[in-house]
């Protein structure tokens, strides 16, 4: 098992940038494919990135790409979302998920292709 624990959240203006930090407990995180998504007010949960085991591989949804950076650092057990030019509808709660198997292609973007995840931290981007 892995725990996740995301932090860096907050209110930030239109335009402004933030960093998301999700820390991992428990099993070897290099094990771990990461992924991030994001959950708005009265909207469904959605793909924002992932990255792969080693780096490597990394994967955006199309309304972040250009302006959110994943990336992670494997002997701090870490992995990050540098967010960039935010903008209101950026507004969600962000999750960081673990998935145990080995993701090709589209799973990389189903929520259901995780294992583990974290509690989830709140951005509020204001216009």
């Known amino acids: 098992q892995v725990q996740l624990v995301e932090s860096g959240g907050g209110l930030v203006q239109a335009g402004g940038s933030l960093r998301l930090s999700c820390a991992a407990s428990?099993?070897?995180?290099?094990?771990?494919?990461m992924g991030w998504f994001r959950q708005a007010p009265g909207k469904e949960r959605e793909f924002v990135g992932a990255i792969s085991r080693s780096g490597l591989r990394i994967y955006y949804a199309d309304s972040v790409r250009g302006r959110f950076i994943i990336s992670r650092d494997n002997a701090e057990s870490t992995v990050y979302l540098q967010m960039n030019s935010l903008k209101p509808e950026d507004t969600a709660i962000y999750y960081c998920?673990?998935?145990?198997?080995?993701?090709?292609?589209?799973?990389?973007?189903?929520?259901?292709?995780?294992?583990?995840w974290g509690q989830g931290t709140l951005v509020t981007v204001s216009s």
């Open positions: 428990g099993r070897t995180f290099s094990a771990y494919g």
């Open positions: 998920a673990a998935a145990s198997k080995d993701l090709y292609g589209s799973s990389w973007y189903l929520g259901s292709a995780y294992d583990y």
